[in-house]
T-cell receptor
């Protein structure tokens, strides 16, 4: 198993600003995953972050809006840029275990006003 | 696009009753997993069933998998108020990609 520390746990931000979410894992992992969960919805994968290379973004998500850093094998950040109320969601980081079971941080509940 | 479609979307039962949730998916999978999410927090992995398995148990949880019908079910027996949460199925399609279903919101009434 993996223990993931994600912060902040919640934030209220003004539109047009940016928020950086941090994710720290207690072990080294090759890939880290960032998800968005809009109110009442399921999880949608934003991107996969590999150490030493650019993140791979899913359809509908772009680097300019969601820049990701992965400076080492235990840490990653996701920035939500130029926020609008539509970005209000829960953002989750995740890693996979040996059987591809996913371990999650506690999530960041973002409200954009 | 979502891999798993779950039904029902919402389920309300009395404490002590059994809860059954169903998940259907579209493509071949390596395994199927179920997760619980409390109050919009991080998801917690409950159980994994491989594509060559048909049934698996873990405590009060029973999962079935029918690959011919591309469907799975999660049964929670003798439900408790603490089981109130959203439940998601997720499929491992290979290439380290796990895709989550639409979820079932379960309410257990004390």
């Amino acid at each position: 198993s993996a223990v993931i520390s994600q912060k902040p746990s919640r934030d209220i931000c003004q539109r047009g600003t940016s928020l950086t979410i941090q994710c720290q894992v207690d072990s080294q992992v090759t890939m880290m995953f960032w998800y968005r969960q809009q109110p009442g919805q399921s999880l949608t994968l934003i991107a996969t972050a590999n150490q030493g290379s650019e993140a791979t973004y899913e359809s509908g998500f772009v680097i300019d809006k969601f820049p990701i850093s992965r400076p080492n094998l235990t840490f990653s950040t996701l920035t939500v840029s130029n926020m609008s109320p539509e970005d209000s969601s829960i953002y989750l980081c995740s890693v996979l275990g040996g059987n591809t079971e996913a371990f999650f941080g506690q999530g960041t509940r973002l409200t954009v006003v | 696009s979502q891999q798993g479609e779950e039904d029902p979307q919402a389920l309300s039962i009395q404490e002590g009753e059994n809860a059954t949730m169903n998940c259907s998916y579209k493509t071949s999978i390596n395994n199927l997993q179920w997760y619980r999410q409390n109050s919009g927090r991080g998801l917690v992995h409950l159980i994994l069933i491989r594509s060559n398995e048909r049934e698996k148990h873990s405590g009060r949880l029973r999962v079935t998998l029918d690959t011919s019908k591309k469907s799975s079910s999660l049964l929670i027996t003798a439900s408790r108020a603490a089981d109130t949460a959203s439940y998601f199925c997720a499929t491992d399609e290979g290439y380290q990609k796990v895709t989550f279903g639409t979820g079932t919101k379960l309410q257990v009434i004390p």
